[in-house]
């Protein structure tokens, strides 16, 4: 009987979907164990086998946990909202919703093709309704909650009502806008309707404000920073320019310090923490407020800046804000008027990511402006520069050039005097930046102090003057939670008076209405400005034409709608009881499986969906809905497969490829060409590349001895690069076990490994030679022989490496030990069901087609999923036996096997009796006998 894998992995692909083997049990008696990967994409191009390496890993340990007798969750679903669907339904007219079902169908296809156990009864996709209805709930209670300090966490706004009613906003310890205006409880009481909920907003941790935000004209949206690379847009490469919007924000900054301190308490990769740490930023300092020195003509203002190093206020040699900066445009002279303009509109095409990273090029403008030093009383100039951005802290610095690089840098591009302030000081610039420096001497009150002392001093001197006052800053920013989208969540809000209300939770979820055109309106509003039906009756519940608008029971609804990040930071726990209508989950749910035991994924989500999720989490633990606030207890970031490209070389000006061995020297230009053209030993169909592409048609190929040869390059696997391997051909060809078993074969599942097709066969004939281990021409060979002690030891030795490599997540030598116990076995014989059925069970998890049907010809009625997993008895590991080498003069003639247990005369006597010793000594009689036991035997004559 031959291994006939692609009938095998069909038929128990169909057994598990029919009999919902992997599907998981709230309330089991069983240990739970909850293991996650990050959900796809739905793509229209479908997986390349790139894509399905963390899965491998989590379906590894999933099936693992299960043979250890643990209820596991193992579920799976799609991050179904999203910029390319829109785009595509741009481009064809067809709706998102058509396109996204489609590629999840493929998707779904692909995935069952490998033979993943995922629990599909729990399916989720962020574009259902049932399911984003959760998403706009969640909403609704960030809108009604505020952060409170002393307390330090969310509560109900109408506990802040509360406290403003009774006694006004004065002592209110709260995370909320900076431009507070403090009111007593009877002025409370004055303001109208709109008034208090603009005060409201300010406090809320969902709120709508001005803000700075990526604005890519060509797709007409807001786009994250991560959705930007070099300044263009990730999507379609367009430009991205800085520009100021209304838009709905999330208050995580509320949460900076506990997301830090959380970092802790749960095991996630060191990078991945890190990441996440510098993201937060914490800075402890002061903040520090300059005068604006007014003209007659021009109103006072104030300048806030925030600096970690308050003892070098005395080294202020001119002041930058940053180009967006509020008080631009109110502080900078009318000489200096145009230039300022001029920069502003040049630096708006900057993303701040690109800002950021632009150490070297130096750029600016002077405002004209002047503030007064809070205790020299010196004019110091105030410029505008990219490198400050009005998102971090106040949008403002005060450069010192003497003790940052950066201002040195600035002052001297633009001739900014700096002055001398190490002249006649007994320290120098480079001790200036030591932690444990003394102030340097022209620094008036602060003259000899050290780095804490003067800090301290400074604080208290600008607290007294009323012009600053000691501070913990962090780097992370609220989150623009507004997107120009229509593929997008839905806001539950529509506006009276410009002020947004919230739907009642009971009417969601607010459907996406249908609209013709899925651009832009002609007047700049978003897609669901195209929508016809999309207002409010606030007597009916229910969304109505637009043309019954009256603003009195019908009003308009939000045209934004939410980020990919919304639905992506909560499905996690939805999982746990996603047919749940009436509540998000039940609480008996989400305290059985209490939070993610672990979860697989990119490293690229650090500052993305992993911090926004945490953020979540630890809202709705505040809420009383979680039981923990941290929903990941370990996190791992596969690597990723590389796929290796090829490459033709055009001749710099002409329609001619030069094959690879003739360009040296030559003015060529590398295009990356379709792998599927290549062949294995690098050779190009010719005919197929000319008919790939109409350019090509009628171009030359200078060949090498007959053929032409492309280059090769190690990247990452993309359509853009030609380079994706198709994991269905793979299937085909190969089988899904084989898939899965080379991908963990490539190397350590956090390391970059790059994909080569030809190297799978090397799995494939090891999966071939394990069949034939079981069955043979006539069929099955396993019996109930009793196994020998090579056996054993075989059986054994090949638990212990499993189950630590499992425990370890070194899934590559797992596959190397498969291999070795299969030679082994294979060289001793072994047929018996004693050792072959429990390394059946070892093998399961990395190929469970082959292991559930050999487990089924052994006539098992049940799935191997559930069997136990293999006891590891180190007895078996243990020598009995030595074979010792017996050695005449220092030479060894021959090996005898025999007891550990025996004494140095028990030994020397059975060699002496040995027939070999006998010949090797011809009736001489030796000298001495030298015996190390358990080692040597070295018979003198």
């Not at 095998?8 to 049990?25: C, G, L, R, S, V």
């Not at 069949?771 to 075989?794: A, F, H, Q, R």
Request: proline letters at 4%; one cysteine or more.
């Amino acid at each position: 009987m031959k291994y006939h894998f692609n009938e095998i992995e069909a038929k128990w692909q169909k057994y598990w979907a029919e009999n919902q083997t992997f599907k998981a049990e709230n309330y089991s008696e069983k240990p739970k164990y909850y293991v996650l990967d990050m959900f796809p994409y739905p793509s229209g191009a479908g997986l390349h086998v790139g894509h399905p390496l963390g899965y491998i890993a989590s379906d590894i340990y999933a099936r693992y946990k299960r043979h250890k007798g643990f209820n596991v969750l193992h579920p799976q679903g799609y991050d179904s909202f999203g910029l390319p669907a829109e785009q595509y339904a741009i481009q064809t007219g067809q709706h998102p919703a058509l396109t996204t079902e489609e590629n999840i169908k493929t998707y779904r296809r692909q995935l069952d093709q490998i033979g993943f156990s995922f629990d599909w009864s729990r399916e989720v996709r962020t574009s259902d309704p049932s399911y984003y209805k959760w998403t706009q709930w969640i909403f609704i209670q960030l809108f009604n909650s505020w952060y409170n300090n002393n307390a330090n966490k969310a509560e109900d706004i109408s506990e802040l009502v509360t406290i403003f009613t009774s006694e006004g906003n004065a002592n209110v310890n709260a995370v909320c806008d900076d431009n507070i205006q403090i009111f007593s409880a009877s002025e409370w009481k004055t303001f109208d309707a709109v008034k208090q909920q603009q005060i409201l907003l300010q406090y809320r941790l969902t709120y709508l404000a001005e803000t700075e935000v990526n604005w890519c004209p060509a797709l007409g949206t807001v786009l994250a920073n991560d959705e930007i690379v070099n300044g263009v847009s990730e999507r379609g490469g367009h430009p991205v320019i800085r520009k100021k919007m209304t838009q709905w924000s999330m208050r995580i900054s509320a949460y900076a310090e506990r997301l830090l301190q959380g970092l802790e308490t749960i095991d996630w990769t060191d990078s991945l923490k890190e990441s996440q740490r510098n993201w937060i930023g914490k800075s402890v300092g002061a903040s520090v407020s300059f005068n604006v020195i007014a003209s007659e003509a021009k109103q006072s203002h104030v300048i806030d800046v925030f600096t970690t190093r308050p003892d070098t206020i005395f080294g202020v040699s001119f002041m930058t804000l940053a180009p967006e900066h509020e008080l631009v445009s109110k502080i900078t002279t009318p000489e200096q008027k145009a230039e300022v303009e001029a920069y502003i509109l040049a630096t708006a095409k900057r993303s701040e990511r690109d800002r950021m990273a632009d150490v070297k090029t130096i750029t600016g403008a002077f405002t004209g402006a002047y503030v007064e030093h809070p205790f020299t009383k010196q004019p110091v100039p105030v410029w505008i520069g990219d490198y400050v951005l009005a998102g971090y802290g106040t949008g403002a610095v005060m450069s010192v050039p003497c003790g940052d690089q950066r201002d040195y840098d600035f002052a001297k591009h633009f001739k900014i005097p700096i002055p001398n302030i190490f002249e006649g000081a007994d320290i120098t610039a480079e001790a200036f930046a030591d932690k444990d420096r003394t102030v340097i001497a022209n620094s008036d009150f602060l003259n000899g102090l050290n780095y804490k002392e003067a800090t301290k001093k400074i604080i208290e001197a600008l607290e007294k003057l009323g012009q600053g006052q000691g501070k913990t800053n962090y780097r992370l920013r609220d989150a623009v939670f507004s997107r120009q989208r229509y593929w997008g969540e839905p806001f539950p809000v529509y506006y009276i008076k410009g002020m947004p209300q919230m739907i009642d939770a009971k009417y969601l979820p607010i459907r996406l209405p249908e609209v013709e055109k899925y651009l832009p309106t002609e007047t700049g509003e978003p897609p669901l400005g195209n929508a016809t039906v999309w207002a409010w009756n606030t007597d009916k519940n229910e969304v109505v034409s637009n043309d019954l608008i009256d603003h009195k029971t019908v009003f308009p609804l939000e045209l934004n709608t939410m980020p990919g990040w919304a639905g992506s930071s909560q499905y996690f726990n939805r999982y746990m009881d996603p047919h749940n209508d009436e509540e998000i989950f039940s609480q008996k749910a989400i305290n059985y499986w209490q939070q993610v035991d672990l979860y697989i994924g990119g490293s690229e989500h650090a500052t993305g969906h992993l911090l926004y999720s945490r953020f979540w989490q630890k809202f709705m633990f505040d809420k009383g809905l979680v039981p923990v606030d941290e929903y990941a207890k370990k996190l791992i970031n596969q690597g990723m497969i590389l796929g290796t490209s090829a490459f033709v070389y055009r001749v710099d000006g002409e329609n001619k490829f030069l094959s690879k061995g003739l360009i040296e020297g030559k003015n060529v230009q590398a295009i990356h060409t379709d792998v599927s053209f290549v062949n294995a030993s690098d050779e190009l169909d010719i005919e197929a590349f000319i008919n790939w592409r109409e350019e090509f048609k009628e171009a030359e190929f200078v060949l090498e001895n007959g053929i032409y040869k492309v280059g090769r390059d190690v990247e990452k696997m993309s359509k853009s690069k030609y380079n994706v391997v198709n994991p269905d051909q793979i299937c085909v060809d190969y089988g899904a076990d084989s898939l899965r078993l080379y991908e963990m074969f490539l190397g350590p599942l956090e390391q970059y490994k790059p994909w080569n097709t030809a190297g799978i066969t090397g799995v494939h004939s090891f999966l071939k030679k394990m069949w034939k281990l079981y069955v043979g021409e006539n069929g099955l060979l396993v019996n109930d022989v009793e196994p020998s002690k090579d056996n054993l030891k075989t059986l054994h030795k090949t638990i212990k490496k499993v189950e630590e490599d499992i425990e370890n997540f070194s899934f590559n030598t797992s596959v190397s030990t498969f291999m070795i116990a299969v030679n082994e076995l294979t060289a001793q014989k072994c047929t018996s069901k004693d050792i072959l059925e429990p390394l059946l069970i070892l093998l399961s998890p990395y190929a469970p087609h082959i292991a559930e049907e050999l487990w089924n010809q052994l006539g098992h009625k049940q799935s191997i999923s559930i069997a136990s997993f293999p006891t590891f008895d180190a007895s078996y590991l243990v020598e009995s036996t030595k074979n010792y080498p017996i050695s005449f003069n220092g030479k060894m003639r021959f090996t005898l096997e025999l007891s550990l247990d025996l004494s140095q005369q028990e030994i020397e006597a059975a060699v002496m009796a040995h027939e070999k010793t006998q010949e090797q000594l011809q009736g001489r009689t030796p000298k001495k006998v030298i015996i190390v036991p358990g080692k040597i035997v070295n018979i003198v004559g």
